[in-house]
């Protein structure tokens, strides 16, 4: 269990949490966001790497895993000394010490590399060992901020299988700025933007929010285009060119279209 | 967590490869030593030489615990490992500990040589080994910590380049090639500029080339201690206070506690006390009264007294520098003035009659006019204070009878040149003295007690330091520790050829060696004390070199007869 209760983060100049709520059950949480919405501090404040500057954050566990948006190992030992001074740090008994890493490496699929020097490892090797760090411990609560940049769509599709190797009943919170990795991943959408929640819900109930709002519209009438819209894409079938346009207000000479979880994405943050 | 701090400090060769040389030298250094000394048997040019370890050392841990801080800080492993209950900063503890094991190896490793220097050579009194392991312990362990954490903290805080920018100023200021910067504004104002200089370099002892005193050692005194500690207490409350801690009491508690105790260290520093600095510092042996006597502007005066001290009772504490008690028994006493003379640094607090009354006192330069208002039988004078010449600090007394550490009746002139000065025989009289010093002391007066010494003499001398008494069956003799590696002692046979000497070269000079107390006196004291090889007096005499028992018999026979013949 989780809560967070009007959280405020302010440094120097900007507010990076501005009265942020929210409450986690299990299930894959997609943190939503723009570059700079708050979303790395949110993590932060969560995991007590920051303290808030107002507000409160309730959790009935003690550890949470987490795994940092720039994630990092000593350049110098293997993998396997990274895991066990990771796992000594989070008191891991070392009795079961090893049991445990190689559980962790196991499941990232990296004991082939175990005893490598992390200095040898690719991006997205580096980053499925901070997943095995994460988890080590079996914590009930996972943090990952952006654990899909830089990752190939191979290495996609790995990340989107080891999350449904760690078991169901956890609280998964994923962070990320792209939404399809949302929709391939997450059962539920928190979408924060200037510090605030402004969305909480099911990937369905996000489409909503573009419902009567997704048109597509044929590229010669780009001129007559007029109130508050927005042109998403653009896309050419049968040697026409068309625009994928967002608007709030009804465009006549354009085809409705089903929104996407993007649209109504977009949508929020547009309003 | 240790083990693996290790495993990340073994595995990181850049800096592994340093401390490890550091080790190596640290044998190396020593083994060369050691075998200079099995040469000349100098023990301290032996231990000076090892000493440059801590120089080494002082370089090479700032270096290592910067690298490993460094390398920690930017690895991005932080916030990882923040994310776990509250272990960062215990990881960063344990690593400051485990970079702290090096200077403590490099102690123990120096300390091992000189513990197998003194079980083969003739020592027998501990005073030297103690000496050593405290000063190891200051400047290798001490001084090594204190780069240690200063590593740490800029390496937490600060770019590389500005760290090792502000580390290359500490060495310059700690080293004597800064000695220019501060030699002249001191000269030509009244501010010692030299003090902002030795708040760095008395961190490492300082005037590594010149060969210590025989009889002090190197400088170890409780104002260095004071020193080393408030820098690793001060650095450790920066460090601290660096710290994320989730218990802000925790880290307000342990910032206090370090202020308060640095503090503590700081004015422990501050109030300084007796020391010896041999180097070119206004305060120096050499510098210190020849700059005063040239600049003074009270007149020298010397005139005798109309008066005679018939005992004196004196109560000295030594700790940073000397405090003491001097009552004086005086005969012939009229209405008038009293003129006495006390070595200017000693800053007299009361003077008063046998019954605790306030004197009428005034006090320029050497000198001190007490006016009672009625005739007085006793005068009790309280002061305190420290010459730079003869020393009484925590660590070592050279307090010679003809300096007036205590009231001497009349005027003298005492005027220094270059750390000499004027010797003065006061007339021959009944002393009674308790010293309460942290070493033990010896004197030339008879001891009648734990601190307690008592006899006839015309110049009482107090000393302490690293002294060994060899008493034989037949005589009391109290020896350099040093110099008896260096066959420069005075030993039984010595005294047997010398009474052999006088008897041959005066059959009735009813002198008996096996009567005295025997101290041998550093030349360097005694050349500056009393401007002779021999000093005697009734209970006890003083000599600086047994090279030959044909001199040493005349010089004996000569001093007697001018101490007999004087009052
Ligand atoms: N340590 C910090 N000091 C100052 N400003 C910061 C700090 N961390 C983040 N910010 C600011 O807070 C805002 C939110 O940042 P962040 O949480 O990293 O966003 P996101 O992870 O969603 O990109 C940004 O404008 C960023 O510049
Ligand atoms: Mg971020």
């Known amino acids: ?271 | 967590m240790l083990k693996n701090n290790l495993k990340l400090l073994l595995k990181s060769p850049h800096i592994s490869i340093p401390l490890l040389i550091l080790l190596l030298s640290t044998v190396g250094i020593n083994l060369y030593a050691m075998s200079s000394y099995f040469m000349n048997s100098d023990i301290f040019a032996y231990a000076e030489k090892s000493l440059w370890l801590c120089i080494i050392g002082f370089i090479i841990n700032f270096y290592a615990s910067y690298e490993f801080f460094y390398q920690i800080r930017f690895s991005d492993t932080e916030e990882t490992i923040q994310s776990y209950h509250n272990v960062k900063n215990k990881s960063d503890m344990v690593s400051l500990l485990l970079l702290a094991v090096f200077p403590f190896v490099q102690f123990v490793i120096s300390l091992f040589f000189n513990c197998v220097l003194f079980s083969t050579s003739g020592m027998t009194n501990d005073s030297y080994m103690v000496h050593i392991t405290l000063v190891y312990f200051l400047y290798i362990f001490l001084g090594g910590v204190t780069a240690v954490i200063f590593g740490a903290l800029t390496a937490r805080k600060i770019k590389r380049i500005v760290a090792y920018t502000i580390f290359a100023l500490v060495l310059f200021l700690m080293s004597g090639i800064s000695a220019f910067i501060f030699e002249g504004p001191s000269l030509s104002s009244s501010i010692n500029f030299w003090q902002i200089k030795y708040f760095f370099a008395y961190l490492l002892p300082n005037n590594l080339n010149t060969i210590p005193y025989d009889d002090y050692g190197f400088p170890c005194e409780l104002y260095r201690w004071n020193l080393s500690l408030f820098w690793v207490l001060f650095l450790l409350m920066l460090l601290i206070f660096t710290f994320r801690l989730t218990k802000k009491k925790l880290k307000i508690i342990s910032v206090c506690l370090c202020a308060a105790a640095a503090a503590v260290n700081l004015t422990g520093y501050l109030m300084g006390g007796s020391h010896i600095e041999a180097g070119s510092g206004i305060d120096s042996i050499f510098l210190s009264d020849y700059v005063y006597y040239k600049n003074n502007k009270t007149e020298v005066k010397q005139q005798s007294a109309d008066f005679k001290i018939t005992k004196y009772e004196m109560l000295l504490n030594i700790s940073r520098q000397l405090d003491a008690e001097v009552t004086m028994s005086l005969s012939d006493h009229q209405k008038g003035t009293y003129l006495f003379t006390l070595y200017h640094q000693y800053a007299v607090s009361n003077v008063t009659d046998e019954s605790g009354n306030p004197l009428k006192y005034s006090r320029s330069g050497d000198y001190i006019d007490i006016k009672p208002d009625s005739s007085i039988s006793k005068i009790k004078i309280k002061y305190s204070g420290y010459s730079s010449v003869f020393y009484s600090s925590s660590q070592g007394t050279a307090l010679p009878g003809n300096f007036p550490f205590y009231p001497m009746a009349g005027y003298y002139d005492l005027k220094a040149k270059f750390g000499e000065y004027n010797h003065i025989f006061a007339p021959k009289t009944e002393y009674s003295v308790t010293v309460n010093a942290p070493q033990k002391i010896y004197s030339n007066l008879k001891e009648t007690g734990d601190h307690t010494f008592y006899g006839k003499t015309n110049c009482p001398v107090f000393a302490g330091g690293l002294y060994e008494e060899t008493d034989s069956d037949e005589y009391h003799i109290c020896n350099i520790s040093s110099e008896i590696l260096l066959s420069e002692e005075i030993t039984p046979e010595f005294l047997d050829d010398v009474q052999k000497k006088i008897d041959q070269l005066d059959k009735n000079s009813g002198i008996h060696l096996k009567d005295y107390y025997w101290l041998k006196m550093s030349l360097t004291f005694c050349n500056q004390a009393f401007g002779n090889n021999v000093l005697y007096s009734e209970d006890g005499i003083m000599l600086s070199s047994v090279d030959s028992p044909e001199e040493t018999a005349k010089s004996i026979i000569e001093q007697k007869k001018i101490y007999d013949n004087a009052q």
Do not use: W
């Open chain 1, 1 to 271: 269990m989780l809560k967070l209760h009007n959280c405020k983060k302010i440094f120097k100049k900007k507010t990076a949490l501005n009265g942020f709520s929210c409450e986690f059950d299990q299930g894959i949480y997609g943190l939503l966001g723009p570059n700079g919405s708050g979303k790395t501090t949110l993590m932060r404040c969560i995991c007590g790497i920051m303290d808030t500057d107002g507000g409160n954050i309730e959790s009935d566990e003690n550890i949470i895993g987490y795994l940092p948006q720039n994630f990092g190992m000593f350049k110098t030992l293997t993998v396997y000394e990274m895991m066990d001074y990771f796992a000594t740090l989070k008191n891991i008994p070392s009795k079961t010490k090893e049991e445990e890493i190689k559980r962790c490496l196991e499941l990232v699929n990296l004991t082939e590399v175990m005893n490598v020097k992390t200095k040898g490892l690719s991006g997205g090797m580096i980053r499925r060992a901070g997943i095995a760090q994460a988890i080590m411990g079996d914590p009930n609560i996972l943090i990952f901020d952006e654990p899909t940049t830089g990752l190939d769509p191979e290495e996609r599709l790995r990340f989107k299988n080891l999350l449904k190797k760690i078991k169901k009943d956890k609280t998964i919170l994923i962070s990320t700025h792209i939404v399809s990795d949302v929709e391939a991943i997450c059962n539920q959408l928190i979408v924060i933007n200037q510090g605030k929640n402004i969305y909480q819900g099911s990937l369905e109930e996000i489409r909503s929010a573009a419902k009567n709002k997704v048109y597509i519209v044929s590229e010669k009438y780009e001129d007559q285009l007029e109130g508050n819209y927005f042109i998403k894409d653009r896309i050419s079938k049968d040697n026409e060119n068309f625009l994928y346009v967002l608007s709030n207000s009804k465009i006549k000479f354009g085809e409705p279209a089903e929104p996407g979880v993007e649209d109504g994405y977009l949508c929020l943050l547009k309003n």
